[in-house]
């Protein structure tokens, strides 16, 4: 690097270093990608667009994904790179994004990354195109072009207004049917639904002296207007046969007011999974469920807290299989929140009115404390993995039996012991008969020829002792074998079992 000025880059270089060990190994996704060359202007941009409309992201150049391997930038390309790569985002991107442009050094090999945070005003897009044809958003490892719903929810996101807090003009409040959520109310902190809590909890709002019913109310609410506008604001719950989608043992729907979805869903689950001992601890039983029910329970509040409501013809959905269980919720994790994080006490809140309501109810204990209660729970139950994901526009975490695995093969281990030791009795029933040598067994069982198989078991009876030779000469043509005691002792045991 002699002759080069690298100025403020080598302030990061270090650090960046050491996140490139780490990072190379992750794979492509919401945050990250890597290229080989610096792609064509338009894909570019595109790729800082989305990242700028989600949560940030990270660009690698000089890095190929498939298969991963550094195979860096010439060095005296890289000032002329950072110049183009600069001049793309200006020319191409609306509004302004200011990326971070650092230059790495991985084992003598030279690679550029492209740092772009999340955007304060999006939505972001390609001025070729306008706002209405350039919207790009990150979804996986992909850019995916952004249709009018995706331009009005990061509009709602620069605004602070969130989907909930919109205005419905369709039906007064009064009319509006909420029993449900008003028996809730009052039993859990034994108050009536009046207008002045309403206004409290921002759920219905002044307009001009006219009371205009929020979507959050309208969710709350059973009334057939929550039924036309959000038919999808409901939990599909299903128990599955086997460890994949397909057969389904029960299935349940909640619809009707949200209020009451999340303990509706995770009584649906505990119907599904085993409660059983663990061990005795003293002279007391210590019972505890198969899965960790505080975990599930955070969960599944979160989904419904949490969900996208603005998205349509998607649903919560709960799978329990023989293996483990998904809870997946329309919208894609809150930029500002890391499921990887879990001790670091993160809040951030999607539903801006229904959030406080549930945490009135008691429904949520404090803010940022879910995350942690899940973690600390998952700690009581090393044998349930925790992996979260987003398929396309929905965010879903699963709950592994890492056991489950190891249960099937020790089954499948013990099937095929059984299956040998029905063998062995087959074997040692023709030989406690008669003097047979192979061919006769073999033809006493059905079989053609002499298989691998009897082989086998004719040699592990006669190491075990329960048969034996007649000759001394392995290879002998007038070889025979009959049972011993030991064998008929193994006889009688197996027959006794059945």
């Not at 039993?187 to 205009?212: A, H, P, Y």
Request: glycine share 6%.
């Amino acid at each position: 690097m002699t002759g080069r000025c690298w100025s403020w880059k080598e302030k990061f270089i270090k650090l960046l270093k050491l996140d490139l060990t780490q990072k190379i190994k992750l794979p492509e996704g919401r945050r990250l990608e890597f290229k080989e060359a610096l792609p064509a202007n338009a894909d570019f941009a595109k790729t800082v667009i989305a990242f700028a409309n989600d949560a940030g992201g990270e660009l690698f150049i000089g890095i190929k994904n498939n298969p991963r391997v550094i195979v860096g930038i010439s060095e005296n390309l890289l000032d002329g790179l950072e110049n183009k790569i600069s001049n793309i985002i200006h020319d191409s991107c609306a509004l302004v994004i200011q990326p971070e442009i650092s230059f790495l050094t991985e084992a003598g090999k030279h690679v550029i990354r492209v740092y772009i945070h999340k955007g304060s005003k999006p939505p972001y897009f390609l001025k070729s195109k306008g706002k209405a044809d350039g919207v790009f958003i990150r979804v996986g490892s992909s850019n995916r072009l952004g249709d009018n719903e995706t331009i009005q929810r990061l509009e709602r996101l620069a605004a602070n207004i969130s989907f909930d807090a919109g205005l419905n003009y369709s039906k007064d409040f009064i009319d509006l049917k909420k029993d449900e959520f008003a028996s809730f109310f009052k039993e859990k902190i034994s108050e009536e639904v009046t207008e002045n809590v309403l206004e409290k909890l921002d759920l219905i709002v002044d307009e001009q002296g006219e009371k205009r019913v929020t979507n959050a109310l309208i969710l709350l609410s059973e009334d057939k207007l929550k039924t036309q506008l959000f038919p999808n604001a409901k939990i599909e719950c299903a128990r599955f046969k086997g460890t994949k989608p397909g057969n389904f043992i029960d299935q349940k729907s909640f619809a009707g007011s949200i209020i009451g979805h999340a303990e509706l869903a995770l009584n649906f689950v505990k119907r599904h999974i085993s409660e059983g001992t663990k061990n005795y601890e003293g002279v007391y039983r210590n019972d505890r469920w198969e899965y960790p029910i505080i975990a599930l329970r955070e969960v599944i509040r979160n989904a419904v807290i949490h969900r996208d409501y603005s998205l349509t013809g998607k649903d919560i959905k709960i799978a329990i299989f023989d293996d483990k269980i998904e809870i997946t919720s329309p919208g894609k994790l809150l930029p500002s929140v890391d499921f990887d994080e879990m001790f670091a006490g993160q809040s951030d809140v999607r539903n801006k009115v229904l959030a406080p309501v549930f945490k009135r109810l008691g429904i949520i204990e404090q803010w940022g404390n879910g995350l942690q209660l899940i973690a600390d729970d998952l700690q009581e139950y090393p044998e349930i993995k925790m992996i979260w994901s987003e398929p396309g526009m929905a965010f879903r975490v699963s709950f592994i039996n890492t056991i489950y695995t190891v249960q099937q093969e020790l089954q499948q281990e013990l099937q095929q012991e059984l299956q040998q030791m029905t063998m062995y009795g087959k074997v040692l029933v023709q030989i406690s008969q008669q003097l047979l040598s192979k061919k006769q067994i073999s033809n006493e069982l059905g079989q053609k020829s002499i298989s691998g198989q009897l082989n086998k078991i004719i040699s592990k009876l006669v190491d075990h002792s329960l048969i034996e030779r007649s000759e001394d000469e392995l290879s002998s043509s007038k070889q025979r074998y009959r049972i011993t005691n030991r064998g008929i002792a193994f006889l009688h045991l197996l027959n006794n079992k059945k």
